[in-house]
RNA sequence: GCGCCCGUAGCUCAAUUGGACAGAGCGUCCGGCUACGGACCGGGAGGUUCGGGGUUCGAGUCCCUGCGGGCGUGCCA
């Protein structure tokens, strides 16, 4: 790669300029090395000098001018290094080694532009995790696109990840669901009685009351409430999950573990962690409850494991379920929430350090909300009244394509306007047809090269010579970004800036079509551009796929 | 009240963690199809980066302060 040889150049000439006596000994620390914003200004650039001047006391300009001189000529690698404004070093990469991305790509296929920068470290990303008692909404599908494009970049990256789903399917909520149904069933069946406070009361409990009264009738009509809210839980849950699986696969979401909060619970886990932060001193017992020391760990207050009755919290069962997940050997686990649970950040890295681990091995983004809007129009939805607009009739209107695209396109710690109608349009206002507009536009022109001439053997590096017009030297650039595209948006955990890539990727594609013909009586020519507009393609094919949006041939 | 996050073009967002003239998309205005897909392309206008101080070679970015907004602050999940 372009930034491991400059960067070793650049060490060379400094070392060299100070055994020559042209400067005093200094410690440069990490060699930062960065992409210019404007052309002029090269392919990289670093700020060394003016970093070390203050401590040389000189002016950074004369520093800059005597490492820039020492650095050796590599005209496979960098054609011109130069000094500019206060002291910048700026490296034109050679034509040359701009146009070797290609044979790169046509090597490494699917495997272009992934690299170790994860060190093969284990992590783990939990996400979606909706409590099973009812369809999914628009914020999961955020979620959901976040944390699977999250995965993928970083697994492209050298992590090694996993995708897990956290089943909650224990406790209040899920007891809560039980009553809802219960008391609809008894709704239906003419013994309605007041509705449950915490219930939920969206349309599709009674669809599910109406089911069972289809299928079983007044079978649970004489069983004792608590007893019915059971029997229906049972039954429900699971397919209520079952539909949520349905609805994250329909936008190509797949976990690799579904993991049970009732698992904790039966294999003794959840009780096993408490008594553990009791033994180690961390949890002592107040006004008949147990609690955590949290405060010892940035914590404002101490919380509650067990309240006075004897039941866990919430916070006690994911506090075994982290314990699980550090158990299973993951080095990382970064777990996205919706905003709301923000206050529940530092009560549980404080529940990680007490329990031994550090701080910083569990990682919590925390993902804002979804506003829908229809045509520029807010549209309405109230918790309350259960009037929601789900994920599935989501997907349904708009496509998974372009549903993850846009919830994709913004950073996660800002709330996401999503515009139904725009989402749909098939224009150039919407960037998902634009870049997959621009893989469906090269497969054609791929085609059509293939039935224009028969003989379209494999370009040769001498041929790549002849592609130097600025739209194709820009395209090649960009395509040599993509490793750092990847490595940055897997590091910093902003897989929305993968959408960014690859508008500016089909931008620049569009450009080239337009100035550079690829299928020309100029053979030679010919396979060089063809040998190009087929890289261009893989890599829109890889970006897309982390992203999770298709690459059609057509459309 | 206290804590965290945020405030950048008319709108929605970037800005490589302190770097060079603050960039894109949408919208708006002007222009471009006799050859590979016009679902495209080129150009223009649009900014005191919320206000005020400070730190330094250099601030949208860091510190202080004021204003405006979001979220949190349960023996709920």
Same mark, same amino acid.
């Given at each position: 790669?372009?930034?491991?040889?400059?960067?070793?150049?650049?060490?060379?000439?400094?070392?060299?300029?100070?055994?020559?006596?042209?400067?005093?000994?200094?410690?440069?620390?990490?060699?930062?090395?960065?992409?210019?914003?404007?052309?002029?200004?090269?392919?990289?650039?670093?700020?060394?000098?003016?970093?070390?001047?203050?401590?040389?006391?000189?002016?950074?300009?004369?520093?800059?001018?005597?490492?820039?001189?020492?650095?050796?000529?590599?005209?496979? @690698?960098?054609?011109?290094?130069?000094?500019?404004?206060?002291?910048?070093?700026?490296?034109?990469?050679?034509?040359?080694?701009?146009?070797?991305?290609?044979?790169?790509?046509?090597?490494?296929?699917?495997?272009?532009?992934?690299?170790?920068?994860?060190?093969?470290?284990?992590?783990?990303?939990?996400?979606?995790?909706?409590?099973?008692?009812?369809?999914?909404?628009?914020?999961?599908?955020?979620?959901?696109?976040?944390?699977?494009?999250?995965?993928?970049?970083?697994?492209?990256?050298?992590?090694?990840?996993?995708?897990?789903?956290?089943?909650?399917?224990?406790?209040? +909520?899920? #007891?809560?669901?039980? #009553?809802?149904?219960?008391?609809?069933?008894?709704?239906?069946?003419?013994?309605?009685?007041?509705?449950?406070?915490?219930?939920?009361?969206?349309?599709?409990?009674?669809?599910?009351?109406?089911?069972?009264?289809?299928?079983?009738?007044?079978?649970?009509?004489?069983?004792?409430?608590?007893?019915?809210?059971?029997?229906?839980?049972?039954?429900?849950?699971?397919?209520?999950?079952?539909?949520?699986?349905?609805?994250?696969?329909?936008?190509?979401?797949?976990?690799?573990?579904?993991?049970?909060?009732?698992?904790?619970?039966?294999?003794?886990?959840?009780?096993? /962690?408490?008594?553990?932060?009791?033994?180690?001193?961390?949890?002592?017992?107040?006004?008949?409850?147990?609690?955590?020391? *949290?405060?010892?760990?940035?914590?404002?207050?101490?919380?509650?494991?067990?309240?006075?009755?004897?039941?866990?919290?919430?916070?006690?069962?994911?506090?075994?379920?982290?314990?699980?997940?550090?158990?299973?050997?993951?080095?990382?686990?970064?777990?996205?929430?919706?905003?709301?649970?923000?206050?529940?950040?530092?009560?549980?890295?404080?529940?990680?350090?007490?329990?031994?681990?550090?701080?910083?091995?569990?990682?919590?983004?925390?993902?804002?909300?979804?506003?829908?809007?229809?045509?520029?129009?807010?549209? /309405?939805?109230?918790?309350? *009244?259960?009037?929601?607009?789900?994920?599935?009739?989501?997907?349904?209107?708009?496509?998974?394509?372009? /549903?993850?695209?846009?919830?994709? +396109?913004?950073?996660?710690?800002?709330?996401?306007?999503?515009?139904?109608?725009?989402?749909? +349009?098939?224009?150039?206002?919407?960037?998902?047809?634009?870049?997959?507009?621009?893989?469906?536009?090269?497969?054609?022109?791929?085609?059509?090269?293939?039935?224009?001439?028969?003989?379209?053997?494999?370009?040769?590096?001498?041929?790549?010579?002849?592609?130097? /017009?600025?739209?194709?030297?820009?395209?090649?650039?960009?395509?040599?970004?993509?490793?750092?595209?990847?490595?940055?948006?897997?590091?910093?955990?902003?897989?929305?800036?993968?959408?960014?890539?690859?508008?500016?990727?089909? *931008?620049?594609?569009?450009?080239?079509?337009?100035?550079? #013909?690829? @299928?020309?009586?100029?053979?030679?020519?010919?396979?060089?551009?063809?040998?190009?507009?087929?890289?261009?393609?893989?890599?829109?094919?890889?970006?897309?796929?982390?992203?999770?949006?298709?690459?059609?041939?057509?459309?």
């Amino acid at each position: 790669m372009a930034r491991e040889k400059i960067v070793g150049l650049i060490e060379d000439a400094l070392g060299r300029a100070v055994s020559e006596g042209l400067l005093s000994p200094v410690e440069a620390g990490t060699i930062e090395l960065e992409r210019p914003k404007r052309r002029e200004h090269g392919d990289w650039s670093t700020n060394l000098a003016l970093d070390v001047a203050g401590r040389l006391d000189m002016n950074p300009r004369e520093v800059a001018v005597i490492i820039a001189g020492l650095i050796a000529e590599d005209p496979d @690698v960098v054609s011109k290094v130069e000094v500019a404004g206060p002291g910048f070093i700026n490296f034109h990469l050679s034509l040359a080694f701009i146009r070797n991305v290609l044979f790169e790509i046509e090597e490494r296929g699917l495997e272009f532009g992934s690299s170790d920068a994860g060190g093969g470290q284990q992590v783990q990303v939990e996400f979606v995790s909706a409590n099973p008692v009812g369809p999914l909404h628009v914020g999961h599908g955020r979620w959901a696109a976040l944390g699977d494009a999250l995965s993928s970049v970083m697994s492209h990256a050298g992590f090694l990840v996993e995708r897990e789903f956290y089943v909650n399917d224990y406790g209040t +909520q899920l #007891r809560n669901f039980g #009553r809802s149904i219960s008391a609809r069933y008894l709704e239906l069946l003419g013994r309605g009685g007041e509705f449950p406070g915490g219930g939920y009361v969206g349309e599709y409990i009674k669809d599910i009351a109406r089911r069972i009264v289809d299928e079983c009738g007044d079978e649970f009509l004489d069983l004792p409430e608590e007893e019915r809210v059971d029997t229906f839980i049972d039954m429900e849950y699971p397919r209520m999950l079952e539909s949520i699986r349905d609805t994250l696969e329909g936008m190509g979401v797949v976990f690799d573990v579904w993991f049970s909060e009732r698992g904790l619970y039966s294999r003794g886990e959840v009780e096993e /962690a408490i008594s553990a932060l009791e033994r180690d001193g961390k949890a002592y017992r107040e006004g008949g409850a147990l609690w955590l020391r *949290t405060t010892e760990y940035g914590d404002e207050k101490d919380r509650v494991l067990v309240r006075s009755s004897g039941e866990p919290t919430y916070f006690a069962s994911d506090i075994a379920y982290h314990h699980d997940k550090m158990d299973r050997g993951f080095d990382k686990v970064i777990d996205i929430w919706g905003a709301d649970h923000h206050g529940y950040v530092t009560r549980m890295k404080a529940a990680m350090e007490a329990m031994g681990y550090g701080r910083e091995a569990l990682e919590v983004i925390l993902g804002q909300l979804v506003k829908l809007f229809r045509s520029g129009r807010p549209v /309405a939805m109230s918790k309350r *009244t259960g009037e929601i607009v789900t994920l599935d009739e989501l997907l349904e209107e708009v496509g998974a394509d372009g /549903a993850r695209y846009f919830f994709l +396109q913004r950073s996660h710690d800002s709330p996401l306007d999503f515009d139904i109608e725009l989402a749909k +349009q098939e224009s150039p206002e919407n960037p998902v047809y634009y870049v997959q507009y621009a893989h469906a536009r090269i497969s054609s022109i791929l085609r059509y090269a293939r039935e224009a001439k028969a003989d379209l053997s494999e370009a040769l590096p001498e041929d790549l010579v002849l592609l130097e /017009a600025e739209a194709e030297m820009d395209l090649l650039r960009k395509l040599g970004e993509l490793e750092e595209v990847v490595e940055f948006c897997a590091l910093r955990r902003v897989p929305h800036r993968l959408t960014g890539y690859a508008e500016e990727l089909a *931008t620049l594609f569009h450009a080239f079509y337009r100035d550079c #013909r690829v @299928v020309t009586d100029d053979e030679r020519l010919m396979r060089a551009r063809v040998f190009l507009v087929h890289g261009v393609r893989q890599v829109l094919r890889i970006v897309l796929g982390l992203i999770g949006v298709s690459a059609p041939e057509q459309m």
